[in-house]
C-alpha cells in the first residue's frame, strides 16, 4: 500500500515554472526551474528526449501552448515536507520543451510558415505563452513510494525501458557518472562505439551494454545486482575501463570496420577470445575471402568463426542445396544403385554392412557436399551427393 498526499496546483504559469531555466547542452537535459525550486530532471530521469527527430516534439509542445490545447498534468515530488524544493516526476521533457523554447533553443513554424524563435514572437504571443497556466499535482512520500509510483504513471508516455527502470531504482553517483559517460551524446567516443554496439545513447543502450559486458551476462538480475553493490560508489574505474578493453581489442583485431560488426556480442566474444594471438593482416584477408564467397548467407557469423580459427562453418550459414538439385541427385543416385543391387547411399554401399543393399527414401536422406566447403567446394549440382541421415552426420562436415 502507496501513501502518497497530493496537492493540486493551478496557479502556477509557464513563466513561474521557467523561471530561471538552465538547460545543459554537456549533460543533455534540463536541470533547474521555479526559480531554482524545482530540480527538472532528478538523477533517476530519463535523458531528455522531445529535442530527437528534429524536434518534432518539443516543437508539438509549443504549438499546443499557442492553440490553447492542454500540455497535460505535471507531477512534482516534494522530497522533504520541511524543504520548498520540487523535483519533477512527470513532465520534465514537456517543462524543458517550455525552457528551450523561450531560452531561443529552438523555434516552431508559425501559420504563416515562418520559423519563429521565442525571441521573434509578437510581444502578446509572448505573453500568452507566459501566462499558460499549469496544472501540476505535488506529490509528497518516501523516495521508494515515490519511485514505485513513477514506474506506475510512466507507462503512459514513452515507458521506460529495463535499462532507465534500474537507473531509477539505483540512482545515485554511481548511475551519474556512468550516465555522463555512456548516456552523454556529446561523448566524442560515440563515433567509435557506434560501429560495434547498437542502440539509442539517450535511451542508454551503451550503457546497458556496458553493463552487460561487464557482468558478462544479459540477465537483469545480474545487472541490478551490480548497479545495487556499486550504487554509491564515486568512481566507475571497472565498468569503464572493461568497456574500453573490449572496444580496444575489438579495433587491434579487426582493422577494417564492417557494418555488420555493429551489435555482434562483443562481450562474449571479447572474454572468449581476447587470450588468444591473431595477425591483424591475416584476419582482414580471410575476412574478405569470405565477404566475397555467396555461400556465406550469413556475414554477421564470419567474425567469430575468424576468431575461432575458420573451423565451425555452422556460424557461416552456408548456403544450402536447392530442393530440385536434391531431388535431380537422389533419383540418379537411386536408379544408378537398383541396377547394380546396391545401397543408394554411397557410404551404406561400400560399408558391406546389413544396409549395403537398402534403397532409402527420399526423406531418410540429406545432401552433402562431396568436396566440403571448407576445401573450396561449391554448393552446386556437381559436388552434391545424397547420403543416408546417419552417414550424412557421421560426416557432419561443410
Ligand atoms: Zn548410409
Known sequence: ????????????????????????????????????????????????????????????????????????????????????????????????????????????????GHQQYYSSLAQDVQNLILQTPLTIYIC??????????????????????TQETLNSVYSGSFVTLAKA??????????NIWRSYVKGNVLRQDYLRTAFEWIVKSSDDTKISEYMSRHRNDTNIDELKNYFDGVIDWIKKI????????????????????HENKYDAAELDAEIEKLYADEAVTDKRGIFEYVLGGSKDAKLLHIRFFEESTKKTVYARQTEAAKKIGKSNCPLCAIGGGRNSTKIYKYSEMDADHVTAWSKGGATDIKNCQMLCKTHNRAKGNF
Open 254 to 273: 579487426f582493422t577494417a570496420p564492417k557494418s555488420e560488426m555493429c551489435g555482434l556480442e562483443w562481450g562474449r566474444l571479447y572474454e572468449t577470445y
Open 181 to 190: 559517460q555512456f548516456s552523454n551524446s556529446r561523448n566524442t567516443k560515440l
Open 1 to 112: 500500500m502507496i501513501l502518497i498526499k497530493t496537492t493540486l496546483i493551478t496557479n502556477l504559469t509557464v513563466a513561474d515554472i521557467c523561471a530561471g531555466f538552465e538547460f545543459s547542452e554537456a549533460e543533455g537535459k534540463g536541470l533547474f526551474g521555479w526559480s531554482g525550486k524545482l530540480t527538472i530532471q532528478p538523477e533517476y530521469q530519463r535523458n531528455y528526449l522531445y529535442a530527437q527527430n528534429n524536434g518534432e516534439k518539443e516543437r508539438a509542445v509549443i504549438d499546443s501552448i499557442l492553440k490553447g490545447y492542454p500540455i497535460g498534468l505535471l507531477y512534482l515530488n516534494k522530497p522533504r515536507a520541511d524543504e520548498d524544493k520540487y523535483e519533477i516526476l512527470d513532465g520534465q521533457q514537456r517543462v524543458t520543451s517550455l525552457g528551450r523554447y523561450i531560452k531561443d533553443l529552438f523555434s516552431v513554424t508559425d501559420s504563416s
Open 140 to 161: 509528497e512520500g518516501t523516495e521508494t513510494e515515490i519511485k514505485s509510483w513513477f514506474k506506475t504513471i510512466n507507462i503512459v508516455g514513452i515507458a521506460l525501458n
